[in-house]
């Protein structure tokens, strides 16, 4: 199938199918730009959930950098995350396990750093009979708090094409944690890292587990939809 | 099926031909299948291992890029966008057809073009690395294949697989002592079958 210039043509079949379609598309735009368009969401959220669950009330001893501060600080690294999450989703922009590692441990590391600092500043422990049921709410309520936002960057992630959907996904899924637990902790007045590196944690862990998982769900519905074809 | 008679791959002309195509040009698509299709066909194929399916499976990468075109930003280069699309649908292709218990391997329209397979020394040649190049591991010759055939370096080879550049140089000399080590032993029993 050779034109008389001795180019190969295009196949009768996928010639229709594309001009059925040709409309002119606007390309995406970088991943960190369509990251940033985030931002407003995040900082609603920063500011929804403690408007909705209640600020916590040693707000004023922890001071604007530590409480605000440190939660704008958090959701501004969830942002980077999606951003690297949204590079990933683009075809041929690969992540280096390298830089995989290090975002997980980035983000593991500033949750920590937070944690230290809120409890060094303003060190709240929870009742003892209380612990496991706060542990529970905390970890339940940060996750289903945070589950739409998942939803949202899986939406933003793939209008690209995540060829590896599980790390984008989980990166996604992290991001959306961050972000979550960022405002989550203006809620929760607990500041022991025992309670926040567990409770906060298994929400910031099980974000990006639900973020992971929808990312290959979606995967295989898109291509369970090219087999049915067939 | 070969890569004569095809004009050598031009960046900026297939940055133009994406670029004409997302703003809906029909010939845009044209070029850009043009220019395309044999480095996908060979691609695939080295991944595929099967003429007819090679086929199928470039028709339906460049349907995943007619879907995904959005997603190529004219600030980085179209091949190794292209070039992840198309090891992914073969991944995704090979899943289903796992998944469908649909295994099919028939060596006698493996590699290479039955016409050309017929007579010369070359060609036995060709396909004597060709066969070598199907025994290698899966990982090893896609890197072989990324870097000898198609003329990546190993740093856009390393992004696009997601590993490092030193590994994806490891497993390319590694691919190419395999390949060396494979024809040595053909040539070897074939001396001594003549004897």
């Known amino acids: ?230 | 099926m070969t890569n004569e008679g095809h004009p050598d791959i031009d960046e900026m002309g297939l940055r133009d031909s994406m670029l004409a195509y997302q703003s809906g040009r029909a010939d845009g698509f044209e070029l850009l299948y043009a220019s395309l299709a044999p480095l996908l066909r060979r691609y695939l194929l080295s991944l595929a291992r099967d003429g007819v399916r090679a086929e199928d499976l470039v028709q339906e990468t460049f349907l995943q890029i007619h879907r995904s075109r959005r997603s190529y930003s004219a600030a980085h280069p179209v091949l190794p966008w292209v070039l992840a699309i198309a090891r992914h649908v073969f991944l995704m292709d090979r899943r289903s057809r796992e998944r469908r218990g649909r295994r099919e391997v028939s060596p006698g329209r493996a590699v290479g073009e039955p016409a050309a397979r017929a007579e010369t020394d070359r060609v036995l040649e060709r396909e004597a690395v060709a066969h070598a190049l199907a025994q290698l591991p899966p990982e090893r010759r896609e890197t072989v294949v990324l870097h000898h055939v198609e003329g990546l370096g190993f740093r856009e080879i390393a992004v696009r697989l997601g590993i490092s550049e030193a590994a994806a140089k490891m497993r390319s000399s590694r691919g190419i002592a395999g390949i060396r080590a494979l024809l040595t032993g053909r040539r070897k029993r074939g001396k001594a079958d003549g004897s």
């Not at chain 1, 990251?35 to 500011?47: C, E, K, M, N, Y």
């Not at chain 1, 440190?70 to 949204?86: D, N, P």
């Open chain 1, 1 to 230: 199938m050779e034109a008389d210039d001795g180019r190969e043509n295009v196949p009768q079949r996928l010639r229709e199918t594309i001009e059925h379609d040709l409309r002119p598309v606007r390309p995406l735009a970088g991943p960190f730009r369509r990251a940033a368009l985030f931002i407003p969401v995040a900082a609603v959220f920063l500011v929804g959930v403690p408007w909705v669950f209640g600020l916590r009330p040693d707000v004023p001893l922890m001071g604007p950098a530590v409480s605000w501060g440190l939660s704008g600080l958090q959701v501004l690294a969830g942002i980077f995350v999606l951003g690297l999450a949204l590079k990933e989703s683009v075809p041929g922009n690969a992540l280096s396990p390298r830089v995989l590692i290090a975002s997980a441990v980035a983000a593991i590391a500033l949750v920590v750093v937070v944690t230290e600092v809120t409890f060094a500043v303003s060190p709240t422990i929870a009742p003892p009979p209380l612990r496991a049921p706060f542990l529970r709410f905390c970890a339940g309520f940060s996750t289903l708090v945070g589950t739409p936002l998942v939803l949202l960057a899986g939406f933003l992630a793939a209008r690209a094409l995540p060829l590896r959907p599980w790390v984008a996904g989980g990166l996604y899924g992290l991001a959306a944690g961050l972000i979550a637990d960022a405002g989550w902790r203006l809620f929760c007045e607990v500041s022991s890292p025992g309670h926040v590196l567990v409770a906060h944690g298994a929400g910031v862990g099980s974000l990006a587990l639900i973020g992971m998982l929808g990312a290959v769900v979606t995967e295989r519905v898109r291509w369970g939809r090219r087999d049915r074809r067939e």
